[in-house]
């Protein structure tokens, strides 16, 4: 039987926006975890999706703001010693001010990679923030002209961590040069906190 065809690289960057890539993947696995997701067309809360779910203490709405970032495999030596995936995309450091304190406000950050042969391109990398901690990992980022640079990244050898890198360059990782970030990955209990 023949290997299906896999697009390549420049027709898939072609085929459509990654941010609806991003929002497909996150509306299946909120879906999975029993809420109801539901779209948003007019984005000027920055709400991409409402998600609803009943308890048995009533109906329980979250706000969500997805983003999309592709992960590619590290380059340089001494990224490749310490990681092995990595993703970056530009942050404003006030991007969430409006909504800091809404306590049923969540970004979900979606991370891909082009799929293989053996692999899919998706590989349940979900990280589920509520929106006042990931205002402190934007300005944890790098600061780089007026925006911060967020990079996450997987640890080499570790599928399972994924740090922020804090710093542009370093030999291990430390408090310093990076933000444990690996909670949020499919953080999906963080959406029912303080629900009894």
Not at 52 to 59: D, V, W
Not at 143 to 168: D, F, N
Not at 176 to 196: E, I, K, M, P, Q
Request: net charge neutral; aromatic share 16%; glycine share 6%.
């Amino acid at each position: 039987m023949a290997e299906p065809e896999l697009l390549a690289a420049d027709m898939r960057s072609k085929a459509g926006h990654y941010e609806v890539l991003g929002e497909t993947y996150a509306k299946f696995e909120f879906f999975e975890k029993g809420w109801n997701p539901y779209s948003r067309f007019l984005d000027v809360d920055k709400v991409d999706l409402i998600l609803r779910r009943r308890t048995a203490t009533g109906r329980h709405y979250r706000e969500i703001q997805v983003k999309f970032g592709k992960l590619y495999p590290v380059g340089p030596e001494w990224e490749r010693r310490l990681f092995d995936f990595t993703s970056w995309r530009f942050f404003k450091e006030d991007e969430f001010a409006a909504q800091i304190d809404q306590k049923d406000f969540f970004i979900a950050y979606v991370l891909s990679r082009d799929p293989t042969p053996d692999k899919p391109a998706y590989q349940g990398d979900i990280f589920i923030f509520p929106v006042r901690d990931f205002d402190r990992v934007i300005r944890c980022g790098i600061p780089s002209k007026g925006q911060r640079k967020i990079y996450l990244s997987r640890l080499y050898g570790e599928a399972e961590r994924w740090v922020l890198r804090r710093a542009t360059r370093f030999d291990e990782i430390t408090e310093d040069t990076c933000l444990d970030v690996t909670a949020y990955r499919r953080n999906f209990d963080a959406l029912l906190a303080g629900v009894s």
